[in-house]
């Protein structure tokens, strides 16, 4: 451990005091030893498992996750993936027509609290544990459980043998304690979105077939006694024994393939990234690159951010997609450079979104996914000026993603981001709602409380809130406060109804020697708004109107060319300001010059007067 780390670990626990105090979370520590016959894809396991219950209630029951369950024809993501109207491929019919080797599941051998049996319910993918003895509020509880589980065949994330040969991709895959919060249990049925879990610290031993080599969440603990690469061609089938250590995580992944090849890159702050794949034409190329492009990527994100806290970080070839894992990510790997780039650096912005900010996934699907997929987009754009990989920078890289967001918004299919992301009727209203308008939120903000500011708070955001649990209302209050404006309007608008802007340009005149220029508010969610007046001595001046919920103005960082006005009331439809030159000196006036507002109809924010 170097010092760099062991001062973030010092602050990171300093901070998580003073949250504690501020609003209670419950904590964990995972023993487990897993024993897995590769002959059959099936494993035993043992937990143990310690609650801290830093709630103020007494628990008597415990829930967990059973995430394999899910993997078995009838199961609650099998009946979903059949019913939704657009399913996604990767699931389909598939859960339907796997036979009993091909399933996922956890049998549970025995539940014990100290030496009591305990008594448990079985609901699908969730586990239902009635304690003996109930655990008050500032204690704590150690449940052991046996189980044996069988790896399903891939379908949606975790699984064996993914599409490029992966063995075995075990995210998921042990049962897992529901999260206990200010809001209850919460214990969604795995349909094959979003995860939540409580944070702590993990110990995991696997013992393996020796030709498998093992990537993990955590720092192995035992690298002399086992690696990649150099059983490969183990013909004795002595098992090798892995050990892992994570601390402050609330999830654990791992991967096992006897092919893998695995480099590493040591940063200059001592934090190691492990890469992890099967070398073929394709990825040879690709992946070799990786390491320098990443290593130049974190000290941008770190920037804008907030550091990266653990010791290490894994891109691990696997899964089905890209999914991002507390210190590891599993990504498809057979890729050309820039696809690699571009899901690795999603992949990665959720160990801040998600990792160390660990909002309930299923209730604001937004704030991790929509926060990773705009951060990306920020990281890629400064790759692409760096030329530190190839492509044509954007001067706004969130247009195409406002445009998509606009483009949906219209289409009547659109839910309120404040739906579980469960229920949303299909999965492209989830998509667009979580990835699309979780992004558009940031871009909106940004427009809003302009760029210092914001830049500010998604600092103040990450110091705050690491490794707590925020909400929708915790976010806000911070952009509140880096701001100094109120913006609970945006976020009552934006998260919860699917009202939408548009903004005009009404009519024109001249009076008295002066321009006239009438706005509308055609839509009901009320925005501050910019209008570019350009005026045919080839001068332009940006008029900035803020919105009367806001009780203040952006501060721009460019202030020379920009004219505030007073506030438009939220209430009233039309505004009105003069400009004190004729109307034939003016040439064009634009509403939404930047194209940042999301204004949902563009026909009626320009007039152009060319002479
Ligand atoms: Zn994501």
Known sequence: ?????LSVILIGCLNMTHAQSYRWQQRVEYKMQIDFDADNHQFDGNQNLKLWNNSPDTLKKLFYHLYFNAFQPGSDMDIKSREIADPDPRIGNRIQKLNKEEIGFHKIYFIKQGRERLKYTVHGTILEVLLEKPVKPGESVTIDMS????????????????????????????PKLCNYDEQGWHTPSYIAREFYGPWGDFDVTIYMDKKYCIAATGILQNPDEVGCGYSKNATNRNK?????????????VWTADPD????????????????????????????????????????FIETKYGPY??????????????MEYPMATLITGNRSINSLVGVSLHELMHSWY??????????????????????????????????????????????????????????????????HAD????????????????AVCLAELKYIIGENAFNKGMLDYYWQWKFRHPNPNDFIRVMEKAADLELDWFKEYFVYTTKKVDYGIDSIYEANG??????????????PIEVKVSFTDGKQILYYIPLDLMMGSKQFTDTKRVQPLPAWSWVNPVYQFDIDRKLSEISEIRLNPENQLIDINSSNDVISLKK
């Not at 209203?429 to 308008?437: I, P």
């Open 240 to 252: 090798k024994v892995w050990k892992f250590h994570a601390e402050n995580v609330h999830d654990f």
């Open 147 to 174: 189980f044996r589980s069988q790896v399903p065949v891939q379908i949606r994330r975790s699984g064996r043998n993914n599409a490029e040969g992966i063995d075995y991709s075990m995210a998921q895959w042990y």
């Open 1 to 5: 451990m170097n010092l760099t780390r």
């Open 514 to 527: 002066k321009s006239i220029i009438k706005l509308k508010r055609y839509e009901l969610f009320p925005m």
């Open 309 to 322: 806290p653990f010791p290490a970080y894994s891109f691990i070839q696997g899964g089905d997609g890209g």
């Open 260 to 299: 893998y090849t695995h480099t590493t890159f040591t940063r200059k702050n001592g934090c190691v990234l492990h890469f992890f794949y099967q070398e073929n034409e394709k990825t040879k190329e690709s992946w070799s690159q990786l390491p320098k492009i990443l290593d130049k990527a974190f000290d």
């Open 354 to 419: 998600q990792m160390m900010l660990a909002t309930n996934e299923s209730l604001y699907p937004w704030m991790d996914e929509g926060f990773a997929s705009y951060a990306e987009e920020e990281v890629f754009n400064y790759l692409k000026q760096e030329k530190i990989i190839s492509g044509e920078p954007a001067i706004d890289p969130h247009l195409e993603t406002i445009k998509n967001y606009i483009a949906f918004a219209q289409s009547g299919l659109e839910e309120a981001l404040s739906t």
């Open 423 to 438: 229920h949303y009727a299909t999965n492209r209203a989830y998509g667009m709602a979580a990835y699309v308008k979780g």
